[in-house]
């Protein structure tokens, strides 16, 4: 799976999902998601994982299903999909609210509650 973003000043930006399969999904983005579908795939790349947010979007998936609440229902959330999702947010609140005095004791309570 391969992302490509398409950065624009005064309009939204295009993020780009192309699958295995030569097939593609895409989005208008602001800073924000491009900044969270980033953190997605470097996490999930990283660690190997098949069956996160790129996984889901890699199986077919596509990224306006997450907007439609029917659709939404029917996503199975695997643990890599959660556990990536976590981590994402995690990374962005530490980019937009400054470093965390423990990373890792926030994560670890992230994950309990």
């Known amino acids: 799976m391969e992302m490509r973003i398409t950065k624009n000043t005064g309009k939204p930006h295009i993020i780009l999902y192309e699958r ?7 989005m ?23 069956t ?8 077919g998936i596509d990224i306006s299903d997450f907007e439609v ?6 996503i199975i959330v695997s643990k890599e999909a959660a556990y990536a999702e976590n981590m994402a ?11 965390f005095e423990n990373f890792n004791e926030v994560s670890k309570l992230a994950f309990e509650t």
Do not use: P
Request: hydrophobic share 35%; net charge neutral.
């Open 28 to 50: 208008r983005s602001d800073n924000f998601f491009v900044m969270h579908d980033l953190s997605h795939y470097a996490l999930e790349t990283t660690l190997k994982y098949r």
């Open 69 to 74: 609440l029917e659709k939404r229902r029917q």
């Open 20 to 26: 295995n399969d030569s097939s593609q999904t895409w």
């Open 89 to 99: 947010n995690l990374f962005l609140m530490e980019i937009m609210q400054g470093n």
């Open 52 to 59: 996160g947010f790129m996984g889901m979007l890699n199986s």
